[in-house]
């Protein structure tokens, strides 16, 4: 059993940079691999980046590449995702889920977080 909590939503304006993080619980962090999801409100939840267990495959929404980067801490059991360059089309819930393979398929991930809201203004 894995449990999840983010932090580090909120609102900025257009341009400006946040970064979430994803405390996990548990000992076998490392052994999972990490990703970032999104929903919009009206809009379905969507990928947005993946982590491996040990950090060394990553991968990005093209909505999102070149300006979100994660990463993970495995001695803090924490990912993080980074994101720069912040428009109005990013406001959402931000989720991190846990799961045994990088995917960007959500039904593959089977620990979830509540969720931390971030709302860019223009």
């Known amino acids: 059993q894995v449990q999840l909590v983010e932090s580090g939503g909120g609102l900025v304006q257009a341009g400006g940079s946040l970064r979430l993080s994803c405390a996990a619980s548990g000992r076998t962090f490392r052994t999972y691999a990490m990703g970032w999801f999104r929903q919009a409100p009206g809009k379905e939840r969507e990928f947005v980046a993946y982590i491996s267990g040990y950090g060394m495959s990553t991968a990005y929404a093209d909505s999102v590449k070149g300006r979100f980067t994660i990463s993970r801490d495995n001695t803090k059991n924490t990912v993080y995702l980074q994101m720069n360059s912040l428009k109005p089309e990013d406001t959402a819930v931000y989720s991190c889920?846990?799961?045994?393979?990088?995917?960007?398929?959500?039904?593959?991930?089977?620990?979830w977080g509540q969720g931390t809201q971030v709302t860019v203004s223009s």
């Open positions: 889920a846990a799961g045994r393979t990088t995917t960007m398929k959500m039904t593959d991930y089977n620990y």
